[in-house]
């Protein structure tokens, strides 16, 4: 397999279509065709098939696809590490970070980055942690940050801690349950809370580490953003990491509530893919995460 047989085929399994994959590329339809021909005819099965909506991958090209994104990745990740061993300063990351991380530590991190290395391309997507593992997976990103409890991930990835930080419980300034200190207390209330219901979710873990029920009333989802505008505009109860509660809470009029209960630690985490291997920019830029939070060695 050639490197622009896989562009070619990954265009257009991205647009679902010849003519936008050729578009993507700046060549002919034509010319897009006869290379998924000659890939498949290297393969030695069909990739791609016509439908009434366009193209749709058989399940060959379905087999593929995710193989020729890494195989890319790593071409990609070669090329660009050698141009930083090169030229020092210059290079491309690729980040996945939540958004505590994004209102917190990267501005900071950034700024000695750039002061470091400021010919290096940054390309910041924000997400909650599926849409993080998600890019990872397809090779999307280089590697993620994020608060999370390690134990949440599986064995494709690898977690790399480098900062503890504590949960806080969050309420409205006037919410009616805003002097209670027990977070039983706060049951029959109605939660923002992160990820999903499902048996394995993070919500589940949380509250059994407190040996408490999940409350019944939750709104689960992946946005920090609607989290914080649901507690801070009803009597919405929500847990937030510490550094965002510092900075935001008071702005939003959110109140902290002091508990008497203990409340589980999470950690600030590098995330990559198993087997995959940051560029020198990117390893400099988790430097930087760690000086903005003050455990660089």
């Not at 061993?85 to 980055?113: C, E, H, M, N, W």
């Not at 505009?233 to 509530?257: C, H, N, W």
Request: net charge positive; glycine share 6%; charged share 25%.
């Amino acid at each position: 397999m050639k490197p622009n047989q896989l562009h070619a085929f990954v265009a257009v399994a991205t647009e679902m279509s010849i003519r936008g994959a050729a578009r993507t590329l700046g060549v002919t339809a034509p010319a897009v065709t006869k290379i998924i021909r000659e890939l498949e005819r290297e393969i030695g099965a069909p990739l791609v098939e016509r439908s009434v909506k366009g193209i749709v991958l058989t399940e060959y090209g379905a087999a593929l696809l995710p193989r020729a994104r890494l195989l890319l990745d790593d071409m990609r990740r070669a090329h660009d590490e050698i141009a930083q061993l090169r030229d020092g300063s210059a290079g491309r990351i690729r980040i996945a970070v939540s958004t505590s991380f994004a209102q917190t530590v990267f501005v900071p991190a950034y700024k000695r980055l750039r002061a470091q290395r400021p010919g290096v391309a940054v390309h910041v997507s924000e997400s909650g942690l599926p849409g993080m593992l998600a890019r990872l997976h397809e090779a999307q990103v280089d590697f993620a940050i994020t608060h999370i409890d390690p134990q949440a991930l599986g064995e494709d990835f690898v977690c790399v801690p480098l900062a503890p930080v504590q949960l806080v419980l969050g309420v409205r300034n006037r919410h009616p349950l805003r002097n209670r200190r027990k977070i039983r207390d706060f049951l029959d209330a109605e939660w923002a809370l992160p990820g999903d219901d499902g048996p394995t979710s993070s919500t589940l873990r949380l509250f059994a580490s407190l040996g408490l029920p999940v409350p019944t009333r939750v709104i689960h989802g992946d946005s920090i953003t609607a989290a914080l505008a649901l507690v801070a505009q009803m009597d919405v109860v929500g847990f937030f990491v510490e550094p965002l509660a510092d900075d935001i809470f008071k702005r939003a009029g959110i109140r902290r509530l002091e508990l008497d209960d203990a409340l589980p630690v999470m950690q600030i985490c590098v995330i990559q893919r198993r087997g995959s291997q940051l560029t020198p920019a990117a390893l400099q830029f988790i430097e930087c995460v760690k000086e903005a939070l003050g455990t660089s060695s």
